[in-house]
């Protein structure tokens, strides 16, 4: 990976005007006609929504008709005094750090542990990377589906653990609604979690394990001081992209709890911009949720980065 | 970002597997008397297949529960039971929501994006893998950047510029711009782009063959399996992408299966005679493309041989 990222040598320029235009413009200038729709559709896409996203928080922003002239005034951090004052977005993101919390260490201890035991050469090795990668690459409304029907009151789930069966069942009950929403999900990224760990795993030396072997060390003693240390950088990949992708939560409370239910208990704040800004047109309201979501996402991201460099 | 990384890798992986078995097998006999040695392999073993069962049970379920003409959430539902099989949730699902129109629709919309991931986006990974111009390095950071900002964030502003004020609702053009060209598919590109020997180009450019000449005819044959993979990461976003086209589309027939299908278990199920039924048949028909794909071509996610067709 490093060797890629170095700038590879420049063949030398001939003639004089030649290699003036090659200092200003680059030896192959055509290079940047090459990427300009790339760059040109990243601006538009993200760039210029980001800007907007922050401008529209600090105003009084509504829907107008398309090309009516109307006066949305500054109205500094009005915004965010009404989302901070909203006892709703507080739950919500109150639900997304019960969802981070369960989320992702299971994702961690989880993917890691099967990307493990998957490494060793074993049978049927195709097999299980394939069942374990399903999940991801099938859409989660499909899903879905499927976990609504085991897990409804008179569900699979329920139906096996009989007098065990949580009452009120699992995706209605306040307590439980979220929790099962971060299974769900753990369930349904830890592949590629997996094959994230299983390239890390490449990178482990394999003199490592021969001298834990040699001070006697068991599989389980070499697994925590050789492997866990060893794969510490996709770690910290995987707990930022775990957490991203967690606090980005949509479409499973959204169809799993019927829109956040019960009773808001499994709100996520997006779902919440989502109600806010379009169902209920405030986007103003929505981008301001959404920037102290960002900033929210930041903050756990550089204290996770603390954590888990500290040792 | 980080998938591109890992493709090439795991790659690696998967050939050096049978190489990396032998010194592990050479110390056997040291720890031979150790019979935790032993049964640790069978454990390991028993432990993926108990993972392989939780990944896989809920797709069994789910074509059980589609094919099912009276719910059965017993545990004796999880078996097919011939007196209970029928294909009629299909007919209640396509009556519903209109199958074809809804696959058509997504079908245009991951077509368009893939189409846009191609085109630009091979073109923009050869610039930065190959060609030297002003910007490339700041050309890269961004497109690394841009990684980073999580799209749920940009659906509101998206939609106000989109929606309102291009007048794009209900359409495919809307439809298909924010996801127009995927930033992980132009790093795959990049990536692959990146392992060619400068020394081809040079040669060729030396034969006099233009740079668009160069891409179309040297490049980009030597970097097919990438094609592949970065398609097939492509399909996945946009065919099981939920929030976005639900924003964008209220008129049913432009929506795409994962919006429709959504829209029919929230509102509509609830007052059909077999929802389960309908809701998993329609489940079947939106998971079952990408996951043919992805077994079809499954191989493509670990082994692409770029090393040998590169120095044969």
């Not at chain 1, 929505?286 to 550089?302: C, D, K, P, W």
């Not at chain 2, 980073?148 to 495919?172: C, E, H, K, M």
């Amino acid at each position: 990976m490093t060797a890629t990222f170095q700038q590879p040598a420049r063949p030398p320029a001939g003639r004089l005007a030649g290699r003036v235009a090659s200092k200003v413009f680059g030896s192959q200038p055509l290079g940047a006609f090459f990427v300009a729709p790339y760059l040109l559709f990243l601006a538009a896409v993200f760039a210029y929504p980001l800007g907007f996203a922050v401008y529209m928080s600090f105003h009084d922003y509504f829907f107008a008709a398309p090309g009516a002239i109307v006066d949305r005034p500054f109205v500094g951090f009005a915004n965010y005094a009404a989302v901070l004052g909203d006892p709703t977005v507080w739950q919500a993101f109150r639900n997304i750090l019960v969802f981070l919390v369960i989320n992702v260490p299971l994702t961690v201890v989880l993917s890691l542990l099967l990307a493990t035991a998957l490494n060793a050469a074993i049978r049927l090795r195709t097999f299980f990377r394939v069942s374990y990668y399903v999940p991801y690459i099938t859409a989660s409304v499909a899903v879905v589906g499927v976990w609504l029907f085991l897990f409804n009151s008179n569900g699979l789930v329920n139906s096996l653990l009989g007098p065990l069966a949580p009452s009120p069942s699992w995706l209605v009950n306040e307590h439980l609604a979220m929790p099962t929403v971060a299974v769900y999900v753990t369930w349904k990224q830890l592949g590629f979690f997996i094959l994230l760990y299983l390239a890390a795993l490449q990178n482990v030396p394999k003199e490592l394990y021969e001298s834990a072997a040699v001070d006697g060390a068991g599989r389980w003693q070499s697994f925590l001081s050789v492997t866990v240390p060893g794969v510490r950088p996709a770690t910290t990949l995987v707990v930022l992209l775990a957490t991203v992708t967690g606090a980005n939560l949509f479409t499973e409370p959204y169809l799993l709890t019927g829109g956040g239910g019960p009773d808001g208990a499994s709100t996520s704040p997006v779902l919440l911009m989502y109600q806010r800004g379009i169902e209920q047109g405030n986007p103003d309201i929505a981008s301001a949720i959404g920037v102290i979501l960002v900033i929210g996402v930041l903050l756990v991201a550089l204290l996770q980065r603390r954590l888990l460099e500290r040792e | 970002m980080i998938l591109v990384a890992l493709t090439p890798d795991t790659d690696i992986a998967t050939a050096r597997a049978p190489g990396r078995a032998a010194p592990r097998r050479a110390e056997q006999p040291r720890h031979a008397g150790q019979p935790r040695r032993r049964h640790a392999p069978v454990f390991r073993f028993l432990t993926l297949l108990a993972g392989a069962f939780v990944f896989l049970f809920p797709f069994y379920y789910m074509l059980i529960g589609s094919l099912q003409a009276e719910p059965d959430s017993s545990p004796g539902g999880a078996f097919p039971n011939p007196g209970n099989l029928t294909l009629h949730n299909y007919r209640e699902i396509n009556g519903a929501i209109d199958l074809l129109q809804s696959l058509i629709n997504s079908g245009i919309f991951t077509g368009g994006v893939i189409l846009g991931t191609v085109v630009f986006g091979v073109l923009a990974g050869y610039a930065l893998a190959q060609l030297e111009f002003r910007g490339r390095g700041v050309a890269f950071n961004v497109m690394v950047l841009v990684q980073v900002v999580p799209f749920q964030l940009l659906t509101v502003p998206l939609y106000v510029l989109i929606v309102r004020n291009y007048g794009l609702a209900d359409s495919y053009l809307g439809m298909i711009l924010p996801f127009a060209i995927n930033s992980t598919a132009v790093f795959v590109f990049r990536q692959y782009f990146l392992q060619l020997p400068r020394e081809l180009f040079d040669a060729a450019r030396i034969d006099g063959a233009s740079e668009l000449t160069i891409l179309l005819r040297v490049a980009v044959p030597l970097v097919k399996p990438a094609l592949l993979t970065a398609v097939l990461l492509t399909f996945i976003g946009p065919w099981n992408e939920f929030l976005w086209p639900f924003l964008i589309t209220k008129e049913a027939g432009m929506q795409p299966l994962a919006v429709s299908l959504a829209n029919y278990m929230n509102n509509v199920a609830a007052r059909a005679a077999n929802p389960f039924g309908a809701i998993l048949a329609g489940a079947c028909v939106l998971a079952a493309p990408a996951v043919a794909l992805f077994l079809l071509f499954q191989r493509h996610f670990v082994s692409t041989n770029l090393g040998s067709s590169v120095k044969g």
